[in-house]
């Protein structure tokens, strides 16, 4: 399996290489985009052996590497009831340095993918999934585009059996490695109206 660090822009084999086997003083390894960020200058410098174009373009796709935050909401979720409609809402919103002042032509490129093989603009796409893993089951997916913050609603079907459920749903980039993201969702699912019919049924004499 390849290297995340891979998809860098000039990183070959070599640096890679090199990057894998660092170690700050502190023990920490480089295991991501955002590790190379956060190396010293002279420590990057030396790792990557590269000229002052190549280094521009290290920054530049370092610095267009995508953190997203991911929170999500079960629409009525103390009322889900077996065999019926689940609504899921999902926001993701793109991380972004409190200290920068975007300007309109950096807003207007937010969610552009840093790739120079592309031919064109290519603007980053999201899926996000939602299945039950102990079972293999897809449940629903939906592909959106993402600048600065995205808010969207998926639906599936409640288990056809009353009790408590753990699913999981994957946010899961087109065009990036390393930021793939999972969370579960713990559903509890009632009962529906014909279920409690049959209990009571099966009770009287």
């Not at 935050?69 to 065999?83: M, P, Q, Y």
């Not at 991380?95 to 002042?101: I, R, S, V």
């Not at 293999?136 to 009790?163: C, H, I, W, Y």
Request: hydrophobic letters at 35%.
């Amino acid at each position: 399996r390849d290297s995340i660090l891979k998809q860098i822009p000039h990183f070959s084999d070599e640096i890679i290489h090199r990057c894998q086997a660092y170690e700050s003083d502190e023990g920490e390894k480089i295991e991501s985009i955002f590790d190379i960020l956060n190396l010293d200058d002279d420590v990057r410098n030396e790792l990557l052996r590269l000229g002052e174009s190549q280094m521009a373009d290290v920054a530049v796709f370092c610095n267009n590497y995508p953190s997203i935050d991911v929170s999500f909401e079960l629409v009525d979720a103390d009322n889900v009831v077996a065999g019926e409609v689940v609504s899921l809402k999902v926001v993701l919103e793109r991380e972004l340095d409190a200290d920068d002042e975007l300007t309109p032509e950096e807003v207007a490129g937010l969610g552009n993918v840093s790739s120079a093989h592309y031919p064109g603009i290519k603007q980053e796409g999201w899926w996000i999934v939602v299945g039950d893993t102990s079972t293999n089951a897809l449940l629903s997916l939906k592909r959106v585009t993402l600048k600065q913050k995205q808010g969207l609603q998926l639906e599936f079907m409640a288990p056809d059996e009353p009790g408590d459920y753990d699913l999981t749903m994957f946010c899961m980039s087109d065009s990036y490695l390393g930021c793939d993201q999972e969370y579960t969702i713990n559903l509890s699912v009632a009962a529906g109206d014909d279920d409690s019919d049959d209990d009571e049924e099966d009770e009287s004499p």
